[in-house]
């Protein structure tokens, strides 16, 4: 199955970003810097493009001059049922750390449990699952 690629802009700090990402999600980081691609439109350690492929694949980069950042308004980056359950709150909790919990992951009416939470970075999270039998 095909879906887009999330691709985040950051202000200068997509090398940390990108990093705490992978301790999130597990997975394999490459970093490349503007000095790497010959590019003169930033300053040359700054991150050109950045991939993180595992369980979770998010790419990024550090603006370049004129650039706009990430702002996220009406967006979650949804994780609904994509792990076992404990990986799911082991994840929420790491996401949470220096972020923001909007909402618990917890017990909600519909039976399922869900949180959400925007991190230190401004990624804004839905994660959640279906319980299973008891």
Do not use: C
Not at 44 to 67: F, K, N, Q, R, T
């Amino acid at each position: 199955m095909m879906a887009p690629q999330i691709y985040v802009t950051f202000p200068g700090t997509a090398r940390e970003a990108l990093g705490f990402y992978a301790v999130v999600f597990g997975g394999e980081l490459s970093l490349h810097t503007y000095e790497d691609f010959g590019r003169t439109d930033g300053p040359p350690h700054s991150i050109a493009h950045g991939v993180l492929e595992g369980a979770v694949a998010l790419m990024g980069s550090d603006a370049a001059a004129g650039e706009k950042i990430v702002r996220l308004e009406g967006v979650r980056l949804s994780l609904l049922g994509t792990a076992e359950p404990v990986v799911l709150h082991e994840r929420f909790n790491k996401l949470a750390v220096g972020g923001r919990v909007v909402d618990d992951l917890a017990p909600k009416p519909w039976g399922a449990l869900d949180g959400q939470v925007v991190d230190r970075f401004g990624l804004h999270w839905l994660i959640g699952y279906e319980p299973g039998p008891d």
